[in-house]
C-alpha cells in the first residue's frame, strides 16, 4: 500500500473518530432526558476485517442487533462500551 493511500485512509479514520466523538457529546450529553438515546451511527457501515465491529460506530452485530429493542439503559452501556472500543473518552465523564 502506498505512503499516500495510508495517510489518506488514517485522516478518513480521524475524521470518523472525531465524528463519533461530536455525536457521543451530543447523545450523551446534551440530550433531553425524554428523548430516545440517539444511535452512533455515523453512516459508515462496514465491519472490520475480523468482522468484530462496525468501523463506524464501533458496535458488534449484536450490539446493532439489541439497539431497536434496547431501552435507555441498554443503549447507554452500548454507547460506553463502543467508546472504550474506539479509544475515546466517555464525554459523561468529568475532568474534575
Known amino acids: 500500500m502506498s505512503t499516500e493511500l495510508l495517510q ?3 485522516e478518513l479514520q480521524a475524521q470518523q473518530l ?3 466523538a461530536s455525536k ?3 447523545a450523551l450529553v446534551w440530550a433531553e ?3 430516545p438515546v440517539a444511535s452512533p451511527c455515523i453512516n459508515v457501515c462496514r465491519m472490520t476485517e475480523d468482522r468484530s465491529y462496525c468501523k463506524g460506530c464501533f458496535r458488534t452485530i449484536d450490539e446493532i442487533r439489541a439497539w431497536s429493542k434496547g431501552d435507555s439503559e441498554l443503549r447507554l452501556q452500548i454507547w460506553g462500551q463502543l467508546l472504550q472500543r474506539a479509544g475515546l ?3 459523561r465523564e468529568s475532568d474534575i
Open 24 to 26: 457521543a457529546e451530543v
Open 89 to 91: 473518552k466517555d464525554p
Open 33 to 35: 432526558a425524554d428523548q
Open 8 to 10: 489518506e485512509q488514517q
Open 18 to 20: 472525531v465524528q463519533l
